[in-house]
């Protein structure tokens, strides 16, 4: 069973606690983590490119010129795809990017991100930020403390304003909360802090 020391504010490490197996001791599987990876940056997208087909230009009701006689190449719109000024062949138009995947396949895929995490040592666990004011200075000498580099996720069991505000000017520093964490943060991370109860209600959602 994997496990941590508690990180006390000043970086000091406290008792030693076991780690869920269920989250931070499963099996990796790449193609269903890709495959979540996916259907979330597809949900991002906001699907709102649009082109006007032959139907939708504007003009064009007369035809050009006369069938026959001209030397010309017929034509029967000025709407067409290949005038210019007409319409698109096949282009974009609104529509969602939305994939499906069911419940059980998208933990198993956070609960894999979060075992691959913790083994390459990425996975912290403090006792709390211990902020008695907004400060942002306060929460860079903590992030020092606990070792935590390159970019930071902070998983939180429920809305925090001192922490939240603290990290807002912290550009590598992003604030999640316990029941809102999702594949592409972790793996986005460098360093994931728990506060302890965040643990606990990680495990209530996923576990």
């Not at 193609?31 to 940056?41: E, K, P, T, Y």
């Not at 649009?50 to 000025?78: I, M, N, Y």
């Not at 008695?132 to 930071?152: H, P, S, Y």
């Not at 939240?164 to 000017?169: F, I, M, Q, T």
């Amino acid at each position: 069973m994997p496990s941590t020391r508690i990180l006390a504010p000043n970086g000091k490490q406290g008792e030693q606690i076991d780690l869920p197996e269920t989250l931070f001791a499963s099996p990796v599987n790449e193609s269903l983590i890709h495959q979540a990876v996916v259907r979330q940056l597809a949900g991002r997208r906001r699907g709102t490119a649009d082109t006007l087909t032959r139907a939708e230009v504007s003009g064009g009701g007369a035809k050009p010129w006369r069938q026959k006689g001209t030397g010309r190449a017929r034509q029967g719109s000025r709407r067409a795809p290949h005038w210019a000024g007409g319409g698109v062949a096949f282009g974009p138009h609104p529509r969602g990017y939305e994939q499906k995947m069911p419940a059980k396949m998208r933990r198993a895929a956070l609960r894999g991100v979060l075992s691959a995490k913790q083994a390459e040592g990425a996975l912290r666990v403090i006792e709390g930020f211990g902020l008695d004011e907004i400060r942002t200075r306060d929460v860079i000498g903590r992030l020092e403390a606990w070792n935590a580099e390159g970019k930071v996720l902070v998983v939180l069991p429920a809305r925090d304003e001192l922490v939240e505000r603290s990290c807002a000017n912290l550009r590598e520093v992003r604030v999640v909360l316990a029941h809102s964490l999702n594949v592409v943060d972790i793996l986005e991370a460098d360093t994931i802090i728990f506060t302890r109860e965040a643990l606990a209600r990680s495990r209530e959602v996923y576990a």
